[in-house]
Every structure is written in C-alpha cells, then in structure tokens.
C-alpha cells in the first residue's frame, strides 16, 4: 500500500513539474498579414481563392462551351493525324512531342482525338485546388524549331511558349517519292528555309518543282518575336512593338463575351474589350495598309514571272511562285515545246488498310509544260526568292501584319525596294 501512494505522489509531483516548465497558455494572437508582394508591397493572395473562383466543377461547362467555338475544336479532325501532322492536330501527337521532346509523333495515329482541355494542361481535373502552378500548363519551355529540323530552340516566353510549339513555320514533310522510272527514291529537297544569314542578295538559285517556302498558316509566333524573315543585306528591321510584351493570352482569352461569343477560351479576340485604347476600330487602317503593300510586292514578283495569278470562280485573287526548274533541275523553257520535264510533284499519300497508317509518297509527273509562256527563263535571284518568301510569310500567317505590323511593313517594303532596284 504505502508503495501505491508513493507512485501516485511521484505522478502527481512529476506533472505539476511539467506544468510549471510550459507555463499558462497565453490569450490569442492576431491573424498574420498575407504574403507582402516585394515588387509594389501589397497583400498577395491565397491562390486556392483566387485561382479556384473561377476553376472550379461549376464553371467547367462555361469554359468548355467557349472552347467548342474556338479553331483549335473545330479546325482538329481525323484527317490530319498523320506523323507530320499529328503532333499539333491531334490530343496524342501534341503530348507526345512535348513529354518526349521529338520532333514529330512515332507514327500515324489513326485514332487520335480533338486537341482538348488536356492537350493543353495537364491538371487532374478542372478543380485546381488540388494542382501546383507547374501541373497547369503542359509545357513552357523553349520551342524548337521545326523547319531547322530541331537544331535551335526559341524561347518566346513562358505561356507563349506552349502557343508557339504548334503555331510557328513547318517543317517539310515527305519522305520519299517515285521517280520517272517508277523507283522510290530518298526527298532531300529542302524547302527554301532558313535563309543563310549574309546570303549574297544576287546569288542565282535553282527553284525547281517540289521546293516549298509555305509556312502552313502557322507563322504567328515568328512574326510576332520579328523573327525569320527575309532579311536584305545591309538593311536594318525593327523587331519589336508596344505589344511585343504582351502574352497570346492577353488578347487571344480577354474579357469573354456571350453576346460576340468572342475571347476567353474560344480563342477568339474579343475586340470590344480592347476599345479603351483602340477605339472603335484601329485594326482595319494597319491591315488594309499592309494588304495593300502584301499586293504591290505581288504584282511586282508577277511582272518579273516570279509569281503568276489565278481569281477563281469566287472572283478571289491569289498569287503562286513559277518554277524556275523542273523537278530534275532541267530550265524550263519559255516557248513551246515537245519535250517532257518533270512538271510536278503529285500527292501520292494512302492508307495502309491493316494498320490504317499513312504511307507517304509522291509522284513525279512527266509532261509537256503549259505553263511556258509564265517562265522566267532563268535561274532566280536570291534576293527574288526572298522578296517571294516574304510574301508567303505575311500572306499565310492570317493576321494581316497585326501580331507585329512593324516587322511586317518591314518585311513587304524592303522587298518592294529591293525589287525596283534590282
């Protein structure tokens, strides 16, 4: 008994110790202050309250609304999933460059699905509470370039970035073709870029049948850095432009309007929400000027018999490069004649149907040529190719100049100039 008590009296003795040693619980403090921004020393914000207004379930259907109107749903189909086209027109082939950091997908992906919420983010849902800022964007990192085969990459800023993985010039895309003989043969032609920096302007080039300088409607993201233009020797380019900071996101997912159905995630500029500085319309006056200077370069090229002109049954006017070569690399004559040159390079793609996967090749065509009366005669200038190129740089990027109408001009004058002085 008496050791029971003198265990109790060493618990009770040891706890009072205890007590003392961590002393009375203090009244309650003060909430601390929010994060202090170092740039202009204001609150920060909790992110799970800023970000999760507006990704959250109930706005899921909102945005996936806005994104059925945008060109990246509609413009996506199975028709374009094959291995060089596959990496930006289909779900699949976009994760696999950008994880796997390749050039173009493995193979044709016959069953590839729409470019969608997860071609673009890599969240575990629409919630992002539960995702760090690194889980939202599938890729920041610098693009390669695709027409310089991998060689370099670009780095047009963080968000920009992923835009510019798909929207910047194409690289080529045939493998082989049947020659006259109907043997298969190696493509090694080139398309006309890069451009050599320090090329002598009045260097004379082969642009023969098979040779490509198209930038596939994707130039958006080297038109707006002022970038990969043809450049004229001793001459000097503006490169950048009050938005030149700006992110595609600034203007391609502003202020979303149901009435326009534009901005937000359709990806379509809602110009209303730009009024406070551009008024009521101050893109027309810059894309009518560069059209009209996007013309004058073409008729110049069309005089000269670099360019011919086709309206077609719409009244639409487009203009096309003459070859100066055939495929073979034989001159085109400029009278009539009987003899067959290799005038063009069929599309001679199909489908494997076991696999479903594109087998590509092309055909060289044998025949008379009718288009002589067209053909220059001679071998090109370099700096023809250029003005040339820097037509179908401005031409196929859409916008008319206005992701950067100052390199635009740039481009389109200097070419004019170099034209009527040369």
């Not at 289909?90 to 919420?117: D, H, L």
């Not at 590509?360 to 009366?373: C, I, P």
């Amino acid at each position: 008994m008496k050791i029971v008590i003198r265990l109790l009296t060493l618990s009770v003795f040891t706890g009072f110790l205890f007590t003392a040693c961590e002393g009375p619980v203090g009244p309650a403090g003060n909430d601390g202050l929010n994060g202090k921004d170092g740039l202009n020393g204001l609150d920060g914000k909790d992110a799970n309250g800023s970000c999760v207004k507006c990704h959250n379930t109930a706005n899921w259907q909102a945005k996936e609304d806005q994104y059925h109107l945008s060109k990246h749903y509609l413009g996506t189909s199975s028709s374009r999933n094959t291995k060089y086209c596959a990496r930006c027109h289909t779900n699949e082939g976009f994760q696999e460059i950008t994880s796997q950091g390749k050039f173009v997908v493995t193979n044709g992906i016959p069953n590839a699905t729409r470019i969608t919420c997860a071609t673009c983010h890599t969240m575990t849902a629409f919630d992002f509470s539960g995702d760090t800022a690194a889980m939202i964007l599938r890729t920041t990192s610098p693009v390669p370039l695709n027409y310089r085969k991998n060689a370099e990459t670009t780095d047009f800023g963080k968000i920009n970035n992923l835009c510019s993985t798909c929207h910047q010039i194409r690289g080529a895309t045939s493998v082989n073709y049947t020659d006259s003989l109907g043997k298969v043969q190696p493509f090694d032609q080139l398309p006309f870029f890069p451009f050599v920096a320090g090329q002598d302007d009045q260097a004379p080039v082969k642009y023969q049948v098979g040779q490509s300088f198209s930038v596939h409607d994707g130039n958006q993201s080297n038109l707006f850095a002022g970038i990969n233009g043809y450049e004229y020797a001793g001459q000097t380019y503006t490169r950048t432009w009050k938005h030149s900071a700006n992110k595609c996101t600034d203007c391609h997912m502003n202020d979303y309007s149901a009435t326009t159905k534009t901005g937000g995630h359709s990806l379509i500029v809602n110009e209303d929400a730009c009024a406070a500085c551009h008024g009521s319309d101050k893109l027309t006056p810059v894309q009518a000027l560069i059209d009209a200077k996007r013309i004058e370069l073409a008729e110049l090229l069309l005089t000269r018999k670099v360019f011919k002109k086709t309206t077609n049954s719409s009244g639409v006017v487009s203009y096309g490069a003459v070859q100066s070569h055939d495929f073979y690399g034989t001159l085109f004559p400029t009278t009539q004649s009987t003899t067959k040159y290799a005038t063009a390079l069929a599309n001679g793609n199909t489908v494997n149907p076991a696999t479903g996967l594109v087998v590509y090749g092309n055909t060289v065509t044998m025949a008379a040529d009718k288009d002589f009366a067209l053909r220059i005669g001679r071998e090109w200038k370099y700096g023809e190719l250029g003005a040339a190129y820097n037509y179908g740089y401005i031409n196929s990027e859409l916008s008319k100049g206005v992701h950067n109408p100052v390199y635009a001009l740039a481009l389109l004058q200097k070419s004019i100039d170099w034209l009527k002085a040369n």
